[in-house]
């Protein structure tokens, strides 16, 4: 959760939650997953976002699968039907008077099927119009998927001379 009025970018949450939580749940995990609306700051089409999946994924060492939704079919996106009413259902009744508050409810959200909600506030202020660097796409590694190329794609750690690639963020 942000307290400012621009949404984190999606590979900011992402590597919050992949150090807080993930990594060590699943310490042999080869890959993420990530399913995203696609539209916004964290669209298909936005190279700030994908230059930033870039440096996250050199960062961890793993590849990170996207599968956007397209257009107007964000619907049907699981984690919305899953973990939403949970959340609803936790706040149900109290006045939301606090950002602290909030993260405390939404981390209570949890099923007997177990489900367990992860939540964080930041408090950075997140700038808009980014430029990406000007020689991104020379040394980005994102290969489009076969089928719906547009919306589907896996951005991979950049290797150079054996080592990690570190361009700039």
Same mark, same amino acid.
């Given at each position: 959760?942000a !307290?400012?009025?621009?949404s984190?970018?999606?590979?900011?949450?992402i590597?919050?939650?992949?150090?807080?939580?993930? =990594?060590?749940?699943?310490?042999?995990?080869?890959?993420? &997953?990530?399913?995203?609306?696609?539209?916004?700051?964290n669209?298909?089409?936005?190279?700030?976002?994908?230059?930033? &999946? =870039?440096?996250?994924?050199?960062?961890?060492?793993?590849?990170?699968?996207?599968?956007?939704?397209?257009?107007?079919t964000?619907k049907?996106?699981?984690?919305? /039907?899953? !973990?939403?009413? /949970?959340?609803?259902?936790?706040?149900?009744?109290?006045?939301?008077v606090? !950002?602290?508050?909030?993260k405390?409810?939404? *981390?209570?959200?949890? @099923?007997?099927?177990? &489900?367990?909600?992860?939540?964080?506030?930041? *408090?950075?202020?997140?700038? @808009?119009?980014?430029?990406?660097?000007?020689?991104? /796409?020379?040394?980005?590694?994102?290969?489009?998927?076969? *089928? &719906?190329a =547009?919306?589907?794609?896996?951005?991979?750690? !950049?290797? =150079?001379?054996?080592?990690?690639?570190?361009?700039?963020?």
């Amino acid at each position: 959760m942000a !307290v400012s009025f621009i949404s984190p970018p999606c590979s900011t949450v992402i590597k919050a939650w992949w150090h807080a939580q993930h =990594q060590r749940d699943d310490p042999d995990a080869t890959s993420i &997953l990530c399913l995203a609306d696609g539209g916004g700051s964290n669209s298909c089409r936005q190279p700030v976002f994908k230059e930033s &999946l =870039q440096h996250l994924s050199n960062a961890i060492n793993l590849p990170i699968r996207m599968a956007h939704y397209p257009p107007y079919t964000s619907k049907w996106n699981p984690v919305e /039907h899953r !973990v939403f009413p /949970h959340i609803t259902r936790s706040m149900a009744g109290i006045v939301l008077v606090s !950002v602290e508050l909030v993260k405390t409810l939404v *981390k209570q959200a949890t @099923t007997t099927t177990g &489900l367990k909600v992860f939540a964080r506030v930041t *408090k950075k202020v997140y700038e @808009t119009g980014k430029a990406i660097a000007s020689d991104f /796409h020379e040394w980005a590694n994102i290969k489009a998927d076969e *089928k &719906l190329a =547009q919306w589907n794609y896996v951005i991979s750690p !950049v290797m =150079q001379n054996g080592k990690l690639f570190r361009a700039r963020s």
